[in-house]
């Protein structure tokens, strides 16, 4: 179960999934963007495995949407969550929108505890929780303490579930820049050129691809003996 899985690394991951024969369901607001990504991702699979594709509707910023995804489910080994809506989020604190910013912790904080507690029934003891946080975490810039707090507790909120929750594991993937169209919205048409200079400054030479995720994502699920972790997939950003 991937809650995000219509666009960028969560689209990413539900490729990989599919291409080694396993089922993947994508979840997202958009009925119509899932759509989209469920034709790209049946193009793409390897023959015989685009049957194994679910689509679902649900926003992870309401609980009864989650009730309802997760009851109408069945058995999930593995929820991956890169949803977010950051939207009007980048912001000062001297103009700091309320509203947007609730909009950030509720889709991203505490739409992955709910995600937790809904999931947690239907799941087997060798399951596990995978969350994404990311690099303003640890490379906080101006405008962007919200973020930065949030992708913090998120981080915490996971190595407190992997105690609660085990032995179902719990854990973060906290990507770099990586190439997704969230950059579209950031950046517009000043996106490459600022992918392109923060490739100059990182040690590996290049910003992320969504798939350089998605192999995290798969890793994290795959060791048993990962739990409470935070993974780092950043080309070295925290260092620069
Ligand atoms: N890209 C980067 O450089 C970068 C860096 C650091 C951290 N991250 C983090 O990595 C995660 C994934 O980012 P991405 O770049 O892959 O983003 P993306 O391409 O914008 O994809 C976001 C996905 O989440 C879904 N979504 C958004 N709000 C939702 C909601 N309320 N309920 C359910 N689904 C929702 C979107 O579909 P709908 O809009 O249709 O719902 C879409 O499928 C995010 O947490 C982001 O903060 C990204």
Redesign the pocket.
Same mark, same amino acid.
């Given at each position: 179960m991937i809650? @995000?899985?219509?666009?960028?690394? @969560?689209?990413?991951l539900a490729a990989s999934i599919l291409a080694t024969g396993d089922r993947a369901t994508?979840?997202?607001?958009?009925a119509a963007?899932?759509d989209a =990504?469920r034709k790209h991702l049946e193009a793409d699979a390897p023959p015989g495995n685009a049957a194994s594709l679910t689509t679902a509707v =649900?926003?992870? =910023?309401?609980e009864s949407?989650l009730e309802r995804l997760f009851a109408g489910t069945g058995p999930v080994d593995h929820v991956a969550?890169?949803?977010?809506?950051?939207t009007g989020a980048y912001q000062p604190v001297s103009a700091f929108d309320a509203t947007a910013a609730r909009r950030l912790i509720?889709?991203?904080l505490l739409?992955a505890a709910l995600v937790a507690k809904h999931a947690a029934p239907i799941m087997p003891s060798t399951g596990s929780i995978t969350f994404?946080?990311?690099? =303003?975490a640890y490379r906080p810039a101006p405008g962007g303490s919200m973020?930065a707090a949030v992708?913090g507790a998120l981080e915490s909120l996971a190595a407190a579930l992997a105690l609660e929750m085990a032995p179902l594991r719990v854990n973060v993937?906290?990507? @770099?820049?990586?190439?997704?169209?969230?950059?579209d919205?950031i950046a517009g048409e000043g996106k490459t050129a600022r992918l392109d200079a923060m490739a100059q400054r990182l040690p590996a030479g290049r910003?992320?691809a969504?798939q350089d995720?998605a192999q995290a994502f798969r890793a994290l699920m795959a060791n048993g003996f990962i739990t409470g972790t935070v993974l780092h997939v950043d080309g070295g950003h925290r260092f620069v």
């Open positions: 809650i @995000g899985g219509s666009s960028g690394m @969560g689209l990413a994508i979840v997202g607001r958009d963007r899932l =990504a =649900a926003d992870i =910023a309401e949407a969550v890169t949803a977010v809506d950051a509720d889709t991203k739409g994404t946080s990311g690099i =303003a973020v992708n993937v906290s990507p @770099g820049w990586v190439d997704t169209p969230v950059w919205a910003v992320g969504p995720i």
